[in-house]
C-alpha cells in the first residue's frame, strides 16, 4: 500500500491529507483562531458539582466550561500516583466548588458542549505515551503480535532501569503508540529521558500558576502529524511551506530520525492539494450522496445524536440476479463507508443501512469486508452486528468535530432543515396573518413584502383568493416585492 502525508502550511490554517493509493482518506485542519485542544493539559478550578450526573464543571480559561466524569477522576494516593479500586466513588468525594484541578482535554468543545476532561494526565512522545500518574506499561491494540508486544514491554522496563542508573527515572507509566511496532532499544531511549524531562517541567509549571491557566499545549498539527501519522509505510511526506519543512526536518531530525529523509519541500507553483485532487475530494465530502463505481450511491446523514448512511442500488441492474447485485453493492459501499467514516470524520452512534441480503454468508461477507477496511482508521470503532431490522450498528470514537462541522454552518435560509416551505404554504400563512392583522387592528389598506416568487404567485394563481380576502376585510391588499427576502421570509404593514 503506498500512503503520502501532504501538509499545506498558511498563516491563518493548516491542512494535513492522508492519501493512499492516490485516493484521499483523512484530512485534518487546523485554524490559527479556533485551534484544536485535544491533549492541552490546564489548572483549572471546579465550579459546579452536579451529584445527579456525578459529574462537574471546571472552568479552564475557555468561552465554556470543560465537562468532567467522576469515572474520569482518579484519588491520588500519598505518593501522587492514581490509586482507584472497585467501584467509581462519588463526584461529592472526589471534588468540590472551589477547588483547583489539574485536567487534560479528551475531545474538544463541539457545537454548544464544552470540552471533556479527565485528571489520568499524559504527555505525547514519538513511539511512547507518558503516564506521570500510574506505573502501568500498556502497549496499543494494533501491534498484535505477541511476541513483538512482549518485546516492547521489556524494552521499556530495560530503557527505564538503564536511564535510573544514570540519575535519571520518573515513576509514571508508559503506553507503547502503534509506530513503535519493531523499533529498537536505542529508539525508545530517545523518548523516555525527554518525557522525563517534559513532566519535571510540567509539574513546576502546576505548582506555579494560579487558575485557570494552560501548563502544557501539545504540538501544531504539521508537528503532530509528523509524530501521529508517519509509519513505516509512509513513502514520503511533503510540506509546501519552506518554513515549515525547515521545522519539520529539525523535529524529525531528533524525533524521528527515520522518518526524516521522506520528508521533502513541494515548491511547485500548482497548489499541493490540486495537484492530488484533494480540494475536489473535500468539495465532495461535504455533499451528503456519494456515488459508487457501479453506479449505486450512498446518502449520508448527520445530526446532534448520530450519523445514518444508506445504501442504495442506483443506475447498477447486474449481470445475474437481484441478489448477487445487491452483495456486490453491498460490498462496495461497505468499502466506501469506511472511507468516508475516515474523510468525514464522523464519530458517535453511526447506523448503516446495507440493501437486504437473504444469504447469510453475504451478510457475514460485507461485515467483514467493512471491518478490515476500518482496519487502516486511527479512530477506535466498534461493530455491534446486525440488528433484527437489518441495520447495522456500530459506534467510532469522536475527539474533534466533523468536517462538515468544521468547515460549514447551518443554512441561513433553511436554518439547517435542508427544506424551504413552497411558495404556497407561504402564501396561505400571509392569508391567515392578514386575518389576524385585519381583526386586531384598523386600517386603510394593508401592504403585503416578500420574495418575488410569492408574490407572482399571488398575484397569479391565487388572484382569486386575495380578492375574497378583500372583500372579507373589507379593505384593499396591495404588494411588493423584497429582493432581499427569501421565499419564508414575508412582512405585513398596516397602511
Known amino acids: 500500500m503506498s500512503e503520502e502525508l501532504l501538509i499545506n502550511v498558511a498563516p491563518m490554517e493548516t491542512r494535513v491529507a492522508l492519501v493512499e493509493n492516490g485516493v484521499l482518506q483523512e484530512v485534518y485542519l487546523e485554524r490559527t483562531a479556533s485551534r484544536g485542544i485535544v491533549g492541552n493539559i490546564y489548572k483549572g478550578k471546579v465550579v459546579r458539582v452536579l451529584p445527579g450526573m456525578q459529574a462537574a464543571f471546571v472552568d479552564i480559561g475557555l468561552e465554556r466550561a470543560g465537562f468532567i466524569h467522576a469515572s474520569d477522576i482518579a484519588p491520588l494516593d500519598d505518593e501522587g500516583m492514581e490509586s482507584r479500586e472497585g467501584e467509581v466513588a462519588d463526584i461529592r468525594a472526589l471534588v468540590r466548588e472551589g477547588q483547583s484541578q489539574v485536567v487534560q482535554v479528551v475531545k474538544d468543545p463541539i457545537s454548544s458542549k464544552g470540552a471533556r476532561l479527565t485528571t489520568h494526565l499524559s504527555v505525547s512522545a514519538r513511539y511512547l505515551v507518558y503516564m506521570p500518574q500510574t506505573r502501568h506499561i500498556g502497549i496499543s491494540n494494533r501491534i498484535e503480535d505477541e511476541s513483538e508486544r512482549e518485546r516492547l514491554r521489556d524494552l521499556?522496563?530495560?530503557?527505564?532501569?538503564?536511564?535510573?542508573?544514570?540519575?535519571?527515572?520518573?515513576?509514571?507509566?508508559?503506553?507503547?503508540?502503534?509506530?513503535?511496532?519493531?523499533?529498537?532499544?536505542?529508539?525508545?531511549?530517545?523518548?523516555?529521558?525527554?518525557?522525563?524531562?517534559?513532566?519535571?517541567?510540567?509539574?513546576?509549571?502546576i505548582k506555579s500558576e494560579k487558575e485557570p491557566a494552560i501548563i502544557y499545549e501539545d504540538l501544531p498539527l504539521f508537528m503532530r502529524s509528523l509524530r501521529d501519522l508517519a509509519r513505516p509505510h509512509t513513502e514520503k511526506i511533503r510540506i509546501d511551506s519552506r518554513e515549515a519543512h525547515a521545522r519539520a526536518a529539525k523535529f524529525t531530525s531528533k524525533y524521528a530520525p527515520e522518518i526524516a529523509p521522506r520528508i521533502e519541500h513541494y515548491p511547485g507553483e500548482r497548489p499541493l492539494f490540486d495537484l492530488y485532487g484533494v480540494e475536489e475530494e473535500i468539495r465532495k465530502a461535504l455533499?451528503?450522496?456519494?456515488?459508487?463505481?457501479?453506479?449505486?450511491?450512498l446518502i449520508v446523514e448527520q445530526t446532534e445524536a448520530m450519523s445514518t448512511i444508506d445504501v442504495n442500488t442506483g443506475a447498477f441492474v447486474g449481470h445475474r440476479n437481484l441478489e448477487e447485485t445487491i452483495f456486490k453493492t453491498n460490498l462496495e459501499a461497505a468499502t466506501a463507508i469506511a472511507r468516508q467514516l475516515r474523510l468525514r470524520n464522523l464519530g458517535g452512534i453511526i447506523i448503516i443501512d446495507f440493501i437486504d441480503m437473504q444469504d447469510t454468508e453475504h451478510q457475514r461477507q460485507v461485515l467483514r469486508t467493512l471491518e478490515k477496511a476500518l482496519e487502516r482508521d486511527h479512530a477506535k470503532s466498534s461493530i455491534t452486528g446486525v440488528s433484527e431490522l437489518g441495520l447495522v450498528e456500530m459506534?467510532?470514537?469522536?475527539?474533534?468535530?466533523?468536517?462538515?462541522?468544521?468547515?460549514?454552518?447551518?443554512?441561513?435560509?433553511?436554518?439547517?432543515r435542508g427544506t424551504l416551505k413552497t411558495a404556497e404554504t407561504v402564501c396561505y400563512e400571509i392569508f391567515r396573518e392578514i386575518i389576524r392583522e385585519a381583526r386586531a387592528y384598523d386600517s386603510d389598506k394593508i401592504m403585503v413584502l416578500a420574495s418575488q416568487v410569492v408574490i407572482d404567485l399571488l398575484l397569479d394563481e391565487e388572484s382569486a383568493n386575495v380578492a375574497d380576502l378583500e372583500e372579507f376585510i373589507a379593505r384593499p391588499i396591495q404588494f411588493q416585492v423584497e429582493p432581499i427576502y427569501n421565499q419564508e421570509q414575508y412582512d405585513i404593514v398596516l397602511v
Open 156 to 205: 521499556v522496563d530495560l530503557a527505564s532501569t538503564k536511564l535510573a542508573d544514570e540519575g535519571l527515572s520518573g515513576d509514571g507509566g508508559f503506553i507503547l503508540r502503534t509506530v513503535a511496532e519493531g523499533v529498537s532499544e536505542e529508539e525508545l531511549l530517545r523518548d523516555i529521558p525527554f518525557l522525563y524531562k517534559l513532566w519535571k517541567e510540567l509539574e513546576q509549571r
Open 395 to 416: 459506534t467510532r470514537k469522536r475527539t474533534r468535530e466533523s468536517l462538515g462541522q468544521m468547515l460549514c454552518e447551518p443554512c441561513s435560509v433553511c436554518a439547517g
Open 287 to 297: 455533499q451528503n450522496k456519494v456515488t459508487l463505481k457501479s453506479g449505486g450511491y
